[in-house]
């Protein structure tokens, strides 16, 4: 058997198997954990964004009540630097020298016997600085620019030639800002040293990459430092680099040879733990007056902190979006000081794909085409710039049933045709894929004496719901029923697994997972290949099927036995086997690996007296592959659908001009859409199995927001004639 077939389990829309410990207050968060002796950290930050710092007085703040230590650039000892990752450089280690590079960056740690007493002490150290002039722009011409960061800009064709062919050439400038991940769990570190052994409990998306860079950093074996994130309180993306926090409360608990706890602050959130980028993209586009799509360049410039290589390639996509001959994508950098960005919910994809689609509807206007048919018609059969099939591609699928599920028909040809009342209405459309990514995996199963399974591996769920998929999927792979399956994560002791984050967790943890249930079925036909009391006897896995507890014939049911039975009789308490996954390469299949795929339909209304916009209803049609659990599933989809609106409407992290302060570093001040803001959201999943992966699966954690952007971007227009280039899109924009 090599590939899941469907079952009776996997796909079922199961409820959340942590939901009882999450609803009940059982399931324990980082900033749950207390330790005998604990004590409290707190973080000082700069009040500059660059300079130098010239003195420093925590004579103060020694001297407060319960203050155990200040530590500082000039009282730390030297740290190595953070390694190499999948997702590039660590960012730059804290308290290196008296260099400052941003604004609310970390220059001290405050350790006390209670958080109120650090906090209240953090504030009693007095900074003297030398400051100098913030780069803050991308467009300031002081600023280094790095180009092709990671190497990954395309160029197929001849796009001038492309153009010169074109009946109709549009082009614009669209840009967006700086948004901030703020999942509502405050980020947590609890560091905790038994001689050189350390054990740290971290609000992260990557045990294991939190184990290395503690290693590298201290100089530890990695055998020597534990992980432990069980329950993650969201992320987005915020949990995936190891930051400078969770080094000093390292650090901190090494210093004081006391466990320490460091939990930041809401607005310590938006300076320490990454950010999406901003982007000013350029982008052109070249078509026919029959709707052939010739020509597609894409410029994009994003900012990136003084000392790191955080990379997102905002043009990326618009390389492999559409059956283009003829197709240019450059991206740059500039170095600013600013906090360090990282990856937030569809990083690259969210920023791209925004220009790429509202620019595709002006062409489609301007050819009189209407925009479902104009994408349809250069839909990619094959993958664009390997020239391959794609082991699965349903967005054909997705356009044409979204389309009739959203009502697309009714949609008036002309901008400004559709009202309801004094109410303008627009429906706007956006054509959605995301990067295919996976990486090596492993997993731990193990049938006990009891018939129960027990598996393992050292990812985490941030809300996605691994813990329940991989029950479920175990459960299947084994015939057991799922309340018999229990699946641990969370534990860099166990095996090796990657980040959450990328769309790319589900995939190779599924397969890790498929492996090691496959080699537990051959362990126990192992077991009783010369077993003349086993009706088992001598047959492969290519001879059994699993169901109830049992492995039995495919072709008689009847005779096969329990796992229950085969321990009891060999004395064995329990069987393990490892399974691991490693990526499919192109090459290998002959087909490219293929990512998700999407259609989003928006409808927006507008009172253009007042210009007042509400999105009235979206529906989102995707291709993810072979669906581990439909509810779950369907959650992620909304999920990402609320992101995307926020997006489009509402974040926007604001940056002082002059003082590099974030302005609007709170709940308060910092805009996301509420209950009443988000319409009914209908979803709903085309296409099946990708082919590249024994489990067929594909990523959906992204493929939610990419697209709403630009879909209710092009309704915005569809409603008001109006082309709005710049997120969010305000109030001010919409006055007409």
């Known amino acids: 058997m090599t590939t899941l077939e469907a079952g009776r389990i996997v796909g079922a829309g199961l409820d959340r198997v942590d939901a009882p410990l999450k609803v009940t207050g059982a399931a324990q968060y980082p900033n749950d954990f207390t330790l005998p002796g604990m004590t409290h950290a707190a973080l000082v930050g700069s009040t500059i964004a660059a300079g130098r710092i010239t003195g420093i007085d925590a004579s103060e703040a020694l001297a407060a009540p319960g203050v155990l230590t200040v530590i500082t650039h000039l009282t730390a000892p030297r740290l190595e630097p953070g390694p190499m990752t999948l997702l590039g450089g660590s960012p730059p280690t804290p308290l290196r020298d008296d260099r400052i590079l941003h604004y609310g960056q970390h220059i001290a740690i405050v350790v006390a016997e209670s958080a109120e007493q650090a906090r209240h002490a953090a504030r009693l150290i007095h900074i003297r600085y030398e400051a100098t002039e913030a780069l803050l722009d991308v467009d300031d011409p002081r600023a280094e620019i790095v180009v092709n960061p990671w190497g990954m800009d395309t160029e197929r064709g001849d796009v001038g030639a492309g153009f010169a062919q074109a009946d109709v050439v549009v082009e614009g400038t669209y840009t967006t800002p700086d948004n901030t991940n703020n999942p509502l769990g405050l980020m947590t570190t609890v560091a905790s040293w038994h001689g050189d052994s350390l054990t740290v409990h971290d609000s992260t998306q990557w045990p294991h990459n939190v184990r290395t860079t503690l290693a590298a950093v201290f100089g530890i074996p990695e055998s020597g430092v534990r992980v432990l994130a069980p329950f993650v309180g969201g992320g987005f993306g915020a949990g995936l680099r190891v930051w400078s926090h969770v080094i000093l409360a390292v650090l901190a608990a090494r210093e004081l040879k006391r466990p320490v706890k460091l939990v930041l602050s809401r607005p310590e959130m938006f300076t320490s733990v990454g950010h999406r980028p901003n982007s000013v993209q350029q982008i052109k586009i070249g078509a026919t007056r029959d709707g052939d799509l010739v020509a597609i360049e894409h410029h994009g410039i994003s900012s990136v902190a003084m000392e790191d290589d955080d990379y997102e390639p905002v043009s990326a996509g618009s390389a492999v979006a559409y059956a283009c001959p003829n197709v240019l994508t450059r991206d740059r950098q500039a170095r600013l000081n600013i906090p360090c960005p990282g990856s937030m919910r569809a990083p690259a994809e969210g920023q791209g794909n925004f220009a790429l689609e509202s620019a595709i509807d002006d062409v489609a206007h301007a050819i009189g085409m209407d925009p479902l048919e104009f994408r349809l018609r250069n839909f990619a059969d094959e993958h664009p710039l390997r020239g391959l099939p794609w082991s699965s591609n349903a967005l054909r699928a997705c356009y044409l049933e979204g389309a009739e599920r959203f009502g697309w028909s009714r949609r008036g040809r002309e901008p400004g045709s559709m009202r309801e009342g004094n109410l303008l209405v627009g429906y706007g459309l956006a054509g959605v894929s995301y990067p295919f990514y996976q990486v090596p995996c492993q997993a731990r199963v193990s049938v006990r004496h009891d018939g129960s399974a027990y598996a393992r591996s050292a990812a985490t769920d941030i809300g996605t719901g691994t813990y329940t998929v991989m029950t479920q999927l175990t459960a299947e792979l084994l015939g057991l029923d799922v309340d018999r399956v229990r699946f641990d994560l969370g534990d860099s002791d166990m095996p090796y697994a990657p980040q959450a984050g990328g769309s790319g967790l589900t ?81 290998d299949l002959g087909m490219a690996p293929a990512g998700a795929f999407g259609a989003k339909f928006v409808e927006v209304r507008i009172d253009p007296a007042l210009g007042l916009l509400r999105v009235a209803r979206v529906v989102s049609a995707i291709d993810g592959g072979r669906i581990l659990n439909e509810k779950t599933a369907t959650s992620q989809i909304i999920g990402g659908t609320v992101g995307g609106i926020s997006q489009a409407l509402f974040e926007e992290t604001a940056t002082d001009a002059v003082t590099g302060r974030i302005a609007n570093a709170t709940f308060g001040d910092y805009l996301m859409p509420v209950n009443a803001d988000v319409p009914y959201i209908d979803v709903l999943f085309v296409g099946g199995p990708d082919r590249a992966t024994r489990t067929g699966t594909k990523g959906i954690g992204e493929v939610g927001l990419v697209g709403l952007a630009a879909a209710i971007g092009n309704a915005v227009f569809h409603a008001t004639g109006r082309r709005i280039r710049s997120l969010p899109i305000t109030i001010d924009q919409l006055m007409l």
């Open 507 to 587: 995939g190779a943890l599924a397969n890790a997972v498929h492996a090691a249930c496959r080699r537990l079925t051959r362990e126990f036909l192992d077991i009783v290949r010369d077993d003349t009391r086993s009706p088992l006897q001598g047959a492969t896995a290519e001879d059994v099927a699993v169901s109830d507890g049992r492995i039995h014939l495919i072709e008689d049911s009847a005779q096969g036995e329990s796992y229950v039975g085969i321990l009891a009789r060999h004395g064995l308490e329990e069987l393990s086997a490892d399974g691991r996954s490693t990526p499919p390469r192109a090459e």
